[in-house]
């Protein structure tokens, strides 16, 4: 009686390599980084300003791609690694480069303070000054564009 055994052995099986899982978890944490600065921390002042988090998200995410890069440096390793380190250029950029082009704020009207001298068209166009409604409470709204 012949038997058969349909056991086998992984650990002798040298050639099946495990996944490379950092070469997408990388990019993945570095684009949440990303998205969540525009989609969520704009709602938080303090978020907002400092961007501390999403950079250590970014940074962490490119940080996590390397490791897989210098773990198995195949093609989807160097893909991984150039998209995590792109979408963290790209939030460096905006919060270092164009966030310092901002014009500052040093002659804003404070709130509260009185408004200065403005005269512009309502929508009949025809034109009204702060003047006119004064001892009224007026609510000014500036549009980028037109209608």
Known sequence: MKMSCRYVDRRMNTS???PNHAAWIGPL????GLVTYFTVAVRFPDL?????????????????AAWGLLRRRNWKSWIG???????ASLLCAYVFVLS????????????????????????????VSLDDLR?????????RGFW
Not at 49 to 63: E, K, M, P, R, Y
Request: glycine share 8%; net charge positive.
């Open 16 to 18: 099946r390599r495990k």
């Open 29 to 32: 944490v570095a684009l949440t």
């Open 48 to 64: 907002r300003d400092s961007a501390i988090v999403n950079l250590v998200l970014v940074i962490g995410g490119a940080a996590i």
């Open 81 to 87: 690694f150039g998209a995590a380190a792109f979408f």
């Open 100 to 127: 310092s082009q901002l014009p500052p704020q040093d002659n804003a009207v404070a709130v509260g303070a009185a408004a200065p001298p403005l005269e512009l068209p309502d929508q009949t166009g025809r034109m």
């Open 135 to 143: 001892g009224e409470r007026v609510l000014v709204v500036f549009y």
